[in-house]
C-alpha cells in the first residue's frame, strides 16, 4: 500500500472515528431522505448539536448532502456503505462468538 493511500485511509478512519458519524450513514443507508428529526430518531440517543456537527462533517466530505425532502447519502456515501454491507453479517457472526465465549466462561 502506498503512503498516499495510507493517507486517504487515515483520513477517512479520521471522519468516521467522530462519535455517531457511521451511525448517521448507516441511517441513511436505505436511500431515503430524512428531516433532521427523522434523522435524530434514527440514530438514537444523539444530541442535536451532535447531529448537527456530523451532518456538517460529512457533508464536507462528500458523504451526505441536504436537498427539499431531507439529508440523503450521495453517490460516495453509497458506495462506502456498499462496501461495508457486509458489516452487518460480520455483526451478527461476531455476537454469536461472543455469547459463546461468555457461555464458555460460565
Same mark, same amino acid.
Do not use: C
Given at each position: #500500500? =502506498?503512503?498516499? &493511500?495510507?493517507?486517504?485511509? *487515515?483520513?477517512?478512519? $479520521?471522519?468516521?472515528?467522530?462519535?455517531?458519524?457511521? /451511525?448517521?450513514? %448507516?441511517?441513511?443507508?436505505? !436511500? +431515503?431522505?430524512?428531516?433532521? /428529526?427523522? @434523522?435524530?430518531? $434514527?440514530? #438514537?440517543?444523539?444530541?442535536?448539536?451532535? @447531529?448537527?456537527?456530523?451532518?456538517?462533517?460529512? /457533508?464536507?466530505? *462528500? #458523504?451526505? &448532502? +441536504? *436537498?427539499?425532502? !431531507?439529508?440523503?447519502?450521495?453517490?460516495?456515501?453509497? &458506495?462506502?456503505?456498499? /462496501?461495508? *454491507? &457486509?458489516? =452487518?453479517?460480520?455483526? $451478527?457472526? %461476531?455476537?454469536?462468538?461472543?455469547?459463546?465465549? $461468555?457461555?464458555?466462561?460460565?
Amino acid at each position: #500500500m =502506498s503512503s498516499k &493511500d495510507n493517507t486517504a485511509i *487515515g483520513q477517512l478512519f $479520521s471522519l468516521l472515528e467522530y462519535r455517531f458519524a457511521l /451511525r448517521v450513514l %448507516w441511517a441513511l443507508k436505505d !436511500g +431515503h431522505p430524512q428531516t433532521f /428529526r427523522l @434523522l435524530q430518531s $434514527s440514530v #438514537m440517543n444523539i444530541t442535536p448539536n451532535t @447531529l448537527n456537527n456530523r451532518i456538517k462533517e460529512l /457533508r464536507a466530505a *462528500g #458523504m451526505i &448532502d +441536504h *436537498g427539499g425532502s !431531507g439529508y440523503f447519502v450521495t453517490p460516495l456515501g453509497a &458506495d462506502f456503505l456498499k /462496501r461495508i *454491507g &457486509d458489516l =452487518s453479517a460480520f455483526a $451478527s457472526k %461476531w455476537a454469536i462468538a461472543l455469547n459463546n465465549t $461468555s457461555d464458555d466462561q460460565t
